[in-house]
């Protein structure tokens, strides 16, 4: 499937409708994930990346190797520039913990201490110091760099994967844990289709992929007995599917009955409830929110 601007934008202004309809998303975060969501799809459409060579053979693909390990991934650096610069203004207006951060951000910018290309190799790298340095640095706001920095990667990110996808045979589950493009871990998975083929949503490139539909995303644990999943009520469309072997859990949408739309990084916004009631649970979520935070 390509990429569609048009189909793209109505999709997500009917799905940013549904979001203001959940209370508990605060109105202020709602309006920067809504325009940077906006800023993003814009940015989709401008991102020109070339796509490099491919270090994984595709008999190691087979296995389980990545086709190209986050580490290898490109970005368009001026897109990025541009749209962390709208991403940042943006930020700063919203005012509150936020803009605060956001203007400490720029100063230190413009005092040459943050590098935005220090800052965008060191997402690409997982390099979670750098992020942890920053967040101790704005402790009312601590994801706000990581916010800025994966917002405006996002579009290159996406669309370098995209690219990938016709080395990648996605006709059978993936069984590995990982990403089968970046090696990254799943963000959050959906059913789809009237077979309710199970597909999972990376946290570093965005794409999809078909995954096993009862199996652990994580530790690959396939023990039925080990595998459980819950609702919650006021959430309709979405599941936590948990493994007792590795307590870890993954959110999953089923809109299938639903006149609903569905957005991976929004879908994992909407259901926000079912992260922290899984955290009473005392299960984990290995990776952070579409959203860096
Ligand atoms: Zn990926
Ligand atoms: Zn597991």
Redesign the pocket.
């Known amino acids: 499937m390509t990429f569609d601007m048009d189909t793209e934008r109505k999709r997500l202004e009917r799905k940013l409708v549904i979001l203001r309809t959940k209370e508990f998303l605060p109105a202020p975060l709602l309006d920067i994930i809504s325009d940077t969501a906006t800023l993003q799809l814009a940015a989709r459409q401008a991102v020109s990346v070339p796509l490099p060579s491919l270090p994984t053979p595709p008999s190691a693909h087979l296995q389980g190797v990545?086709l190209l390990p986050?580490e290898h991934f490109v970005f368009d650096a001026k897109q990025t520039a541009l749209l962390f610069g709208k991403l940042l203004a943006l930020s700063e207006a919203s005012g509150g913990p936020i803009g605060t951060s956001a203007q400490a951000v720029r100063k230190a910018l413009e005092d040459g201490i943050f590098s935005l290309s220090e800052a965008c190799d060191a997402f690409i790298r997982d390099d979670t110091l750098f992020f942890a340095d920053w967040a101790a640095r704005l402790p009312e706001a601590p994801s706000t760099v990581r916010f800025l920095v994966q917002g405006s990667l996002t579009p290159s990110?996406e669309a370098v994967?995209e690219q990938l996808k016709t080395h990648h045979n996605d006709e059978e589950p993936w069984a590995f844990g990982?990403?089968?493009?970046?090696?990254?871990l799943p963000l959050i998975s959906s059913l789809r289709g009237k077979e309710g083929f199970r597909h999972l949503t990376?946290?570093?490139?965005?794409?999809d992929y078909r995954a096993k539909r009862l199996q652990c995303a994580f530790c690959g644990e396939e023990d039925h007995d080990k595998l459980e999943y819950f609702k919650a009520e006021g959430e309709r469309g979405f599941e936590v599917h948990v493994c007792r072997t590795c307590n870890c859990y993954l959110k999953t949408s089923d809109f299938r009955e639903l006149d609903t739309v569905s957005i991976p990084a929004l879908d994992d916004l909407e259901s926000l409830a079912l992260d922290i009631l899984a955290r009473e649970q005392g299960l984990s979520r290995p990776t952070l929110s579409a959203w860096g935070f």
């Not at 990982?178 to 990254?184: A, E, N, R, V």
């Not at 990376?202 to 794409?207: A, D, N, Q, V």
């Open positions: 990545p986050r990110l994967s990982h990403c089968p493009y970046c090696g990254s990376c946290s570093f490139c965005r794409t």
